[in-house]
């Protein structure tokens, strides 16, 4: 974990807690004032006071409404008139759409091409005919790049995702509502980190407001690009990403952002793409809570924490619910990996009637399920090498399973601590 610094001599933008209140008069009627509910079952495990901020509940499914709308609308004339460009993975060109069609201004939204089919739509939804949507790139960094070089052709208007004035402002007013929303004093508040607007806006507003509130960010660990960047002390870009958190997942923070959380932030974190695939599954489980992977990221940060915030306040913002079913396979699968409870192995069968039999009754345990089976019959070679998938009920029955393998000469090689070659199975 990472423990930020003060740096006096440095002199960076900071947010003003009269902008931010500016901000959020600006917002009323557009993004929903969201409730700020106590969970139950995670106040209980972490015997603390678990109360979750439910930005998944905006009419755009996450907090990303509030900077789009009030940078927009505090566009020129003559700025609206030639229409606006932006670049998102999903969340915040839903937010650009929304205020574009609720202020009546035509805007170009630059999209990563893997960007979750849903997400689309709903942009296409919110938009009604005022946006345009250009898939570009593998990442949002592409995007940006595509989206930047538009923009300066055709005299456009750029609305960042999270480098801006205005939409730290609109970000900050999030905080605003939780400082209202409870009697008590917050001690933590947990924040996903993609590009660093909602944390340096949750900044502005705690270290004014309540300044003995810690603030810990969270980024997914295939995509630590703050918390990179706060250990080498300035903004560095990565030279590539896991992008399966899209909504936070950005190879390089904005230049404000990267400021205002160095100085200000309490700790940076991060998080196994896995353990947030289990929390997606538990939060739909156990609570009826239908989360994206960014929006599950600050719940995931909880266990690193379960001493320091016992008996404390702790607020986790749920950040967003666009959340693509189709990806329900592969959050299952992370999360069952990240448990050590799925298995891949090349297996050799023995050429000869029977053998796969021998395998499922003499090899697997009773509560052993194959869930992947890939086999091509070699007759030339006296074994016949198959990739085979295996679920376990206990990271226990791990060892086991390879012992039994080996002693009747099955085992072939393990392949989930190969990722080159695992890559291609998940």
Not at 102 to 127: A, N
Request: charged share 25%; net charge neutral.
């Amino acid at each position: 974990m990472e423990t930020t610094k003060t740096k006096e001599s440095d002199k960076t933008w900071f947010p003003e807690i009269a902008d931010v209140r500016k901000a959020a008069q600006n917002l009323k009627g557009v993004s929903a004032v969201t409730p700020l509910l106590q969970n139950i079952r995670y106040s209980g495990k972490y015997r603390a006071n678990i109360m979750l901020k439910r930005e998944d509940l905006q009419q755009v499914r996450s907090y990303k409404i509030r900077g789009a709308y009030n940078k927009i609308s505090s566009l020129s004339s003559e700025q609206r008139e030639r229409g606006i460009v932006c670049a998102s993975a999903g969340n915040h060109s839903q937010g650009v759409a929304f205020s574009c069609r609720t202020l009546k201004i035509h805007g170009t939204i630059y999209m990563p091409s893997p960007t979750p089919k849903q997400k689309i739509e709903q942009v296409e939804m919110f938009g009604e005919g005022y946006i345009d949507i250009v898939l570009e790139g593998d990442t949002f960094d592409d995007a940006y790049k595509a989206a930047m070089r538009a923009c300066e052709k055709q005299g456009k208007t750029f609305v960042h995702p999270f480098d801006d004035t205005k939409v730290i402002e609109g970000q900050a007013t999030v905080g605003l509502e939780i400082l209202e929303q409870t009697k008590n004093p917050v001690d933590y508040v947990f924040v996903a980190v993609g590009g660093g607007g909602l944390a340096s806006g949750l900044l502005s507003v705690f270290s004014v407001l309540s300044p003995d509130t810690k603030i810990i960010g969270v980024e997914p660990e295939g995509a630590p690009s703050m918390k990179t960047s706060m250990k080498m002390g300035r903004n560095t870009e990565l030279s590539s990403i896991d992008k399966f958190v899209d909504g936070a997942a950005v190879q390089k923070v904005g230049d404000k952002t990267f400021a205002i959380c160095r100085d200000h932030l309490h700790e940076m974190v991060t998080v196994p793409e896995g353990k947030i695939c289990q929390e997606i599954l538990d939060l739909y489980n156990k609570d009826a809570i239908v989360v994206e992977p960014a929006g599950a990221l600050t719940l995931s940060a909880l266990d690193q924490f379960k001493d320091e915030i016992a008996g404390k306040n702790v607020v986790c913002i749920v950040s967003g619910s666009n959340n693509d079913i189709t990806r329900t396979a592969e959050i299952k699968e992370r999360a069952l990996l990240h448990a050590r409870l799925k298995h891949y192995f090349i297996v050799r069968f023995p050429q000869r009637a029977g053998a796969l039999k021998e395998f499922v009754a003499e090899i697997l345990g009773p509560t052993d399920d194959i869930t992947h089976f890939e086999y091509s019959k070699k007759h030339a070679r006296e074994n016949g090498p198959a990739v085979v998938g295996i679920e376990l009920k206990s990271p226990d029955d791990l060892q086991p399973l390879i012992k039994r393998m080996k002693d009747h000469n099955f085992y072939g090689d393990y392949l989930n601590d190969k990722p080159d070659l695992f890559q291609f199975l998940v």
